[in-house]
């Protein structure tokens, strides 16, 4: 139940993000999506741990980062599958 708790506030998180973002700008870009990621991200982290401590700061901003770096990475294969009509493949 907890993991669909935070799972639920993270994506609410992103899709908020998103939205105002793309309200703003007018367009939905890497920016928007990187910003929604760092709020995911920080999200997340504010609801995994207790709010005490000096570090909860900075270790949501590590995680809020991580989380930016996977929403632009992913935007960008978007990105990229749109523009030459090809699915990319993914070597695992």
Do not use: W, Y
Not at 22 to 31: T, V
Not at 63 to 69: D, H, L, N, Q
Request: hydrophobic share 50%; aromatic share 4%; with cysteine.
């Amino acid at each position: 139940m907890s993991q669909a708790r935070l799972f639920a506030a993270m994506g609410g998180a992103r899709a908020s993000i998103t939205c105002i973002m793309k309200r703003i700008r007018g367009k939905e870009d890497l920016q928007a999506r990187m910003a929604a990621g760092f709020g995911a991200g920080v999200t997340l982290k504010l609801m995994m741990t207790p709010m005490s401590g000096p570090d909860v700061a900075v270790n949501a901003a590590i995680v809020g980062v991580i989380g930016a770096i996977v929403g632009g990475t992913t935007f960008q294969k978007k990105f990229a599958e749109q523009s030459i009509g090809v699915k990319l493949q993914h070597n695992s």
